[in-house]
T-cell receptor, first 117, second 107 residues
Framework: EAGVTQFPSHSVIEKGQTVTLRCDPI?????LYWYRRVMGKEIKFLLH????????ESGMPNNRFLAERTGGTYSTLKVQPAELEDSGVYFC???????????????FGPGTRLTVL | KNEVEQSPQNLTAQEGEFITINCSYS?????LHWLQQHPGGGIVSLFM???GKKKHGRLIATINIQEKHSSLHITASHPRDSAVYIC?????????FGTGTSLTVIP
C-alpha cells in the first residue's frame, strides 16, 4: 500500500510569488492534516480535512494560505503571495475515519521544504 | 510556552547504550504519539498510547496520565536509531508537538 506522498519535495521561490503544495493521502483515509515546521520550532498544526470538508482550520496563519481537498482525495495548499516567514517544512498526514475527539494513528508524508527568498 | 516539552534536546550515545527521551505536557490529553524523523526524511509514527506501556522491538514507550509524562526508551541502541524523536499530544482534535530530541548513536 502506498504511503502519504507530497509534491514537490523542495521548492525555492521569491517573496511575492505563489506556490502550491500537493498531498496525496493513503487511499481510503478520510482525515487529512497539514502541518508546518519552521526552522528551530516545533511542528504546528495548520488544518484538518474530513473528506472534502474543512473540520478545523484554526492553525492557518493568515489568508495568504488556502487549502483545498476537492473530491475528498488529494489536497493542495497554496501560499499567495509568499513571505519570508513562510519558509519551513510542510507536512501532510492522513488517518482513517475516527470518532470526534479520538486520536487515530496518523501517517505522515515526507514533507515539502519551502524556501522563500 | 509550548504545551509539550521534550528533553533532552540533543543526545549522543554510544552504540549499545540504553536511551531515554522524556516528554511532559501541561494539558489534559487523550493520547500521545511518538514520531521519528530521519535526516532528510519524512516522519514515521512509532507509537500512539493513552495509558500504560507499549513495546515494539527495541523501542518501549510509557505514559503516566496523572503525572502528564511520557518516556521513549531505546534498548541496545544502534547507529540506525539516529534520528529526531518527536512527541505529540492529542488534545481538542489536534496534535500539539514537542520540539523534538535529536539522537546520534555513535558506532
Amino acid at each position: 500500500e502506498a504511503g502519504v506522498t507530497q509534491f514537490p519535495s523542495h521548492s525555492v521561490i521569491e517573496k511575492g510569488q505563489t506556490v502550491t503544495l500537493r498531498c496525496d493521502p493513503i487511499s481510503g483515509h478520510d482525515n487529512l492534516y497539514w502541518y508546518r515546521r519552521v526552522m528551530g520550532k516545533e511542528i504546528k498544526f495548520l488544518l484538518h480535512f474530513v473528506k472534502e470538508s474543512k473540520q478545523d482550520e484554526s492553525g492557518m496563519p493568515n489568508n495568504r494560505f488556502l487549502a483545498e481537498r476537492t473530491g475528498g482525495t488529494y489536497s493542495t495548499l497554496k501560499v499567495q503571495p509568499a513571505e519570508l516567514e513562510d519558509s519551513g517544512v510542510y507536512f501532510c498526514a492522513s488517518s482513517q475515519k475516527q470518532q470526534t475527539g479520538e486520536a487515530d494513528t496518523q501517517y505522515f508524508g515526507p514533507g515539502t521544504r519551502l524556501t522563500v527568498l | 510556552k509550548n504545551e509539550v516539552e521534550q528533553s533532552p534536546q540533543n543526545l549522543t550515545a554510544q552504540e549499545g547504550e540504553f536511551i531515554t527521551i522524556n516528554c511532559s505536557y501541561s494539558v489534559g490529553i487523550s493520547a500521545l504519539h511518538w514520531l521519528q524523523q530521519h535526516p532528510g526524511g519524512g516522519i514515521v509514527s512509532l507509537f500512539m498510547l493513552s495509558s500504560g506501556k507499549k513495546k515494539h522491538g527495541r523501542l518501549i514507550a510509557t505514559i503516566n496520565i496523572q503525572e502528564k509524562h511520557s518516556s521513549l526508551h531505546i534498548t541496545a541502541s544502534h547507529p540506525r536509531d539516529s534520528a529526531v524523536y518527536i512527541c505529540a499530544a492529542w488534545l481538542s482534535n489536534q496534535f500539539y508537538f514537542g520540539t523534538g530530541t535529536s539522537l546520534t548513536v555513535i558506532p
